[in-house]
């Protein structure tokens, strides 16, 4: 009689560890689906928005010349804005684009050019 019970209370263990994993993995499925979706949806909406930022772009700068040079421009800047931090070190060649600018920045600022070094030899 106690083992019948004990079979019994087994069968009902087995029966609930097995519509547990079927729960669990239907939980699984559904993340999953919910995730996927979400996913696709994200990359969707990313895609139409930089396409409208290009259009609204391309009419922007295209309508003059200068107006493609400053699109260039600010370009340049926030790529300058990504790689530079504030520990960078810089090696500029003097016919550089950003040497250019900084040089055009100090004399608008008003604050003084650097000091130009000698390369004579000292006697």
Request: hydrophobic share 35%; aromatic share 8%; glycine share 4%.
């Amino acid at each position: 009689m106690i083992s019948e019970r004990l079979q019994i209370a087994q069968r009902f263990r087995s029966e609930g560890e097995g519509e547990s994993a079927r729960i669990a993995g239907q939980r699984e499925r559904d993340l999953n689906e919910i995730q996927s979706n979400a996913y696709r949806q994200v990359q969707q909406i990313r895609g139409e928005s930089d396409a409208k930022a290009s259009e609204i772009y391309a009419r922007a700068y295209t309508q003059n010349p200068q107006a493609a040079e400053f699109y260039v421009f600010l370009k340049t800047l926030e790529t300058y804005h990504k790689i530079f931090t504030k520990d960078s070190a810089l090696v500029l060649s003097t016919d550089s684009d950003i040497f250019t600018l900084l040089k055009r920045a100090g004399k608008a600022s008003g604050s003084p050019a650097p000091a130009e070094t000698s390369t004579k030899p000292s006697p």
